[in-house]
């Protein structure tokens, strides 16, 4: 199979900003601070880190040298003057100073997250892409499921919804701020929230997928920016839709040792040691019209069960077939595996801590790259 890898890394910084192009009665005009977190994908080349397997750490490394200068400082001193320290500026910021100071290559993506809830993400092609999460509590069931499945009972959710939005839309640049993100949003908090969505039009059979499309065809009318939705069913598992292809994702977590074989002896790398893996699985695949689904959660969970066996509590540098213990040769592994077993698997993220780690793609470019 071909591949496509992307590393990913992570760093928070705490900063101060005041946003003078907002209304001066706007909540963030004044001066006033957040904990941000700095998320980037790169498609590096080989040869880029010191060894094969370092990447990770590397990209880290040079991540960390850039949000050291925006940490425990003022961002209006830090930016360009023209430049209001906005999260969708802070994200072109950075990735002009990981380009041309600190030689990142390949960069795919280069994310700010301002809060738990809201953030920018800049793609490869300069379009930023606004995103903001909502939550709402409701009850259903899927009425057309085999007799037993638990699903087919009564039950609720905390359901989370993330709304993105692409401020450079059709190739204008407008102004998307999650003030209007709220506004549009919140006559379906009310339709959805402490709500049976059976009941609700559109809404007999809510899977994850029916309601990512749901949501989409209503907000698209009054959001003609919208880029994707993302409905989370749990914490583990939930639907993309962006007007044509639905995309299914299942995360779990391994506690796994290993030790990178490359590593020089005086690299802590080099020796064995372990880690907390978040592992996400993500699917692609037609909607099945009758189940409102395009693969079964709990499919997903029991045919990739035997290979998480393989991974979880085990020694990596054990596992046949495995080049490296490192996070981009781990992610090929699993992709290769989940795909015999669930051909519908093209893409798979592998964090090895919060936000750093790698993603395993299947294809030339990969499939498109929604958080």
Not at 25 to 31: A, D, K, N, V
Not at 73 to 80: A, Q, S
Not at 81 to 103: I, K, M, S, Y
Not at 115 to 141: E, I, N, P
Request: net charge negative; proline share 6%; glycine share 8%.
């Amino acid at each position: 199979m071909t591949f496509t890898t992307l590393h990913t890394a992570s760093r928070h910084f705490e900063s101060a900003r005041q946003v003078g192009v907002l209304p001066s009665g706007h909540r963030s005009h004044g001066l006033h601070g957040h904990s941000f977190v700095a998320r980037i994908r790169a498609d590096l080349p080989a040869g880029w880190a010191p060894y094969p397997g370092a990447e990770v750490h590397t990209l880290g490394q040079r991540l960390a040298a850039c949000t050291s200068q925006l940490d425990y400082r003022l961002l209006n001193e830090v930016l360009p003057a023209e430049l209001p320290p906005t999260d969708e500026n802070l994200a072109r910021w950075l990735r002009d100073e990981l380009v041309t100071r600190q030689r990142v290559s390949g960069l795919e993506q280069v994310g700010i997250q301002s809060t738990a809830d809201q953030g920018v993400d800049l793609d490869r092609h300069d379009q930023a892409h606004v995103w903001r999460r909502y939550r709402f509590q409701s009850a259903h069931k899927l009425p057309h499921v085999p007799l037993g499945h638990k699903c087919g009972r009564l039950h609720g959710h905390g359901f989370e919804v993330i709304v993105h939005a692409n401020q450079n839309a059709g190739g204008r640049d407008i102004s998307i701020d999650y003030d209007h993100l709220d506004a549009i949003w919140a006559p379906f908090h009310y339709q959805l929230n402490h709500k049976y969505l059976n009941d609700i039009e559109g809404l007999a059979n809510p899977t994850s997928e029916v309601i990512a499309g749901w949501l989409w065809s209503r907000l698209k009318v009054v959001l003609p920016e919208l880029s994707w939705v993302t409905v989370y069913e749990t914490g583990s598992c939930g639907a993309n839709f962006n007007g044509q292809d639905y995309r299914i994702w299942k995360e779990m977590t391994l506690d796994s040792a290993l030790f990178l074989q490359h590593a020089p002896a005086d690299d802590p790398h080099a020796a064995i040691h372990g880690h907390t893996y978040t592992l996400r699985l993500h699917l692609a695949a037609p909607l099945d019209e009758v189940m409102g689904w395009t693969v079964d959660f709990g499919d997903v969970k029991t045919l990739f069960n035997p290979i998480f066996k393989m991974l979880d509590h085990q020694p990596l540098h054990e596992l046949p077939g495995l080049a490296d213990c490192d996070a981009a040769s781990l992610s090929h592994w699993i992709l290769n595996k989940a795909h015999e077993v669930l051909p519908q698997v093209d893409r798979v993220d592998l964090y090895q801590t919060r936000g750093c780690g790698a993603l395993a793609l299947l294809g030339a470019e990969g499939p498109a790259l929604p958080i």
